[in-house]
């Protein structure tokens, strides 16, 4: 029976995030919430798995890591890129690494978040609230103002 590991699962939403119920069967997945921090920990883990799904960029899969999973085949990333995938080190121990289409809204979104939060001061307006203060600058306000996102 193949064994499915999702990694780094900390916010408990990887359950809902995909169309698990697609895959045979046969196929057990385990879904982790804690973080690894240790080779060692991670290693015996992961160990009996052969598939693993990395969410985020925390556990990071170095050459030693890889030499330390017999039965991992393949590794799955959310996202199309992950800095901490040793790309060469899983070509050469047979592990095809994939990725998942990101989303193109979330930057945009964000994008427009930090602009609003830093015209309108927030960040210090929030600081300023929880040492006991109210009010302490004057935001800026958009009225009038061009903004765009490319």
Not at 34 to 43: F, K, N, P, Q
Not at 53 to 68: C, D, G, H, I, K
Not at 74 to 80: A, D, E, H, P
Request: contains cysteine; aromatic residues 6%; proline residues 6%.
């Amino acid at each position: 029976m193949p064994r499915v590991a999702v990694l780094d699962d900390y916010q408990n939403v990887a359950r809902n995030m995909a169309d698990w119920g697609s895959l045979p069967p046969d196929v057990s997945i385990d879904f982790f919430q804690d973080h690894l921090s240790a080779e060692d920990d991670v290693a015996r883990r992961l160990e009996p798995y052969e598939i693993v799904v990395a969410m985020r960029e925390r556990t990071p899969f170095q050459r030693t890591l890889f030499s330390r999973l017999p039965n991992l085949n393949l590794l799955v990333t959310t996202g199309m890129r992950n800095a901490s995938i040793d790309m060469v080190a899983a070509a050469e121990h047979g592990v095809t690494v994939c990725g998942t289409d990101g989303l193109p809204y979330p930057t945009a979104e964000l994008t427009w978040a930090l602009i609003l939060a830093l015209a309108r001061k927030v960040p210090t307006e929030d600081a300023a609230t929880r040492a006991g203060q109210w009010q302490v600058t004057m935001g800026e306000g958009l009225q009038g103002k061009t903004l765009g996102v490319i």
